[in-house]
């Protein structure tokens, strides 16, 4: 069985105990055959639970966990199915959330490897009732200009028009770190990938010492980039990129 908890933020920036709300029954998900975001996806002030789940027969469903003003959740509620003819691989999807539309709820945004090393972006629209639209594709990066190991997604309203965008950390060949943004536009999909910063390979930043995450740090309504590296000697430093 699979039980959600919320821990409560309070106003000193810390947390609450923790307590539960909805339990998915014994068997009834695989724990590694699901990935979760997080998101208004509703539209009304909450964020939300969403979940991708990857069938026994191969077809991928799309569900949402409603937040109640109590901060739990209800129970995942199945919106879209993507066919097991789709033939989507499991271990080609990177799935993140954002308002990639500019409506006031979140969406998802998919990455997809495909076997000739192209990757496209999709974007599934989070609807009025919490649920996922069809995912539809916009950029597509051209076979083999990305290894599909060498980077990390972030998504976040990176040049403050209002609509989320996705930003990636590139690990090049000679060692160099490079920081991309692929511009949402008005109906939910992206554009090409910008490049924007290069950190030298002489800084010697190892890839595996890296955990990125992003949010609006300086309060400027724009999001950034958080870094935390872990050196040699075992100390940890908070990095921040501003977008």
């Known amino acids: ?5 919320t821990s409560l933020a309070n106003a000193s920036g810390g947390f609450g105990a923790y307590f539960g709300s909805y339990k998915l029954p014994a068997n009834s998900w695989k724990w590694d055959s699901f990935r979760t975001i ?19 027969d191969g077809s991928i469903t799309m569900h949402t966990a409603l937040a109640n003003s109590g901060g739990g959740f209800g129970a995942f509620t199945g919106s879209l199915t ?7 691989k499991w271990d080609a999807i990177r799935l993140t959330s954002g308002d990639f539309n ?5 969406d998802a945004a998919m990455l997809y490897g495909y076997r000739d090393g192209s990757i ?36 976040g309203d990176y040049n403050g028009d209002g609509r989320s965008d996705l930003a990636a950390m590139y690990y090049q060949a000679d060692g160099s770190i490079t ?18 910063l290069t950190v030298p390979a002489s800084a010697s930043w190892k890839w595996d010492a890296i955990r990125l995450t992003t949010g609006d740090f300086n309060g400027d309504g724009r999001d950034d ?6 050196y040699n000697d075992e100390s940890i430093e908070l990095f921040t990129s501003l977008g």
């Open 1 to 5: 069985s699979i039980e959600l908890f």
């Open 38 to 56: 997080v998101g208004d996806f509703n539209g009304d002030g909450r964020s939300d639970l969403g979940a991708m789940y990857y069938q026994a």
């Open 82 to 88: 993507v066919p097991a003819s789709a033939a989507w």
């Open 102 to 106: 500019g409506d006031g709820r979140d």
């Open 120 to 155: 496209e972006l999709f974007t599934s629209l989070g609807n009025t009732s919490g649920g996922f639209g069809t995912f539809t594709g916009s950029y597509k990066l051209p076979a083999n200009s990305w290894k599909w190991n060498s980077f990390r997604t972030i998504a």
């Open 179 to 196: 920081m991309h943004t692929a511009l949402a536009n008005a109906s939910g999909g992206f554009g090409a990938f910008t490049g924007s």
């Open 225 to 230: 980039a958080g870094m935390l590296y872990r």
